[in-house]
């Protein structure tokens, strides 16, 4: 099994996303015709005012592997601004495939023993599918088509996926929020440290949606913020 501190993350792009700002700053000094030379000054304005235009076509592109399917899924709901390939079970074979367990599951050894028992029984199945498929014909991109359907939705995988800055806003927006799954805040944790380990030049924009609005829309507030009305009536009271 894996757990949530398998999961890896790395920055496909880094000398470009060092140069992004300046980019940026390329792109849109046309719009006051703007000496080139002040790019960087420009980029940094530009992203300052919340003027992103100049910005589109330059992506921050991430692989992530020894991740499980299902937060796939979530990641990948992000359509503006984004773009994804994810590992397909139909090419890649599985056999001999991990799932991935949550923290609760590696706390007690039950929840453990269950998981660990139905990764054994899945490879089994998956495995045993796989030959049957091969035995009736079937060649290996088409045995394994046809064999994934059973494969468990934590299966550990893999995707590829690049974020316009305004992408990788709105994902860190609403993905670091506590009311996010963990797989998928994690994961977005690590996209923004790898980064941060590049520039610093986003660090103020690459934060949870309370931290930038100073409040909470969430229907189940964690606390970490006032909620909208709490912060009214804050306000309120102070004036």
Wanted: with cysteine; glycine share 6%; hydrophobic share 35%.
């Amino acid at each position: 099994m894996i757990s949530i501190n398998d999961f890896k993350v790395e920055l496909l792009n880094p000398d470009e996303v060092k140069n992004f700002i300046e980019s940026h700053g390329k792109f849109a000094a046309i719009c006051y015709n703007s000496n080139g030379k002040y790019a960087k000054s420009i980029g940094r304005e530009c992203l300052k005012s919340g003027h992103m235009s100049g910005s589109r076509g330059d992506y921050f592109k991430f692989k992530l592997t020894n991740v499980p399917r299902d937060m796939i899924d979530q990641l990948i709901r992000s359509e503006q601004g984004c773009y994804k390939n994810v590992q397909s079970f139909r090419y890649v074979n599985k056999d001999g495939f991990e799932v991935y367990a949550p923290p609760e599951v590696f706390n007690d050894s039950e929840l453990k023993h269950i998981f660990l028992d139905a990764q054994i029984e899945s490879n089994k199945h998956y495995s045993d599918a796989i030959n049957r498929l091969l035995e009736l014909g079937y060649k290996g991109e088409e045995a394994n088509q046809i064999a994934r359907h059973i494969l468990p939705i934590g299966t550990e995988s893999a995707v590829s996926i690049g974020f316009t800055i305004e992408g990788l806003i709105h994902l860190a927006n609403i993905r670091l929020c506590t009311r996010a799954e963990l797989p998928v805040r994690r994961i977005t944790q690590m996209m923004i440290s790898e980064v941060r380990k590049v520039t610093d030049e986003y660090d103020d924009l690459l934060i949870c949606k309370c931290d930038r609005d100073l409040y909470c829309v969430e229907s189940k507030c964690c606390g970490r913020r006032p909620t909208k009305d709490e912060l009214l009536k804050k306000i309120s009271c102070n004036n």
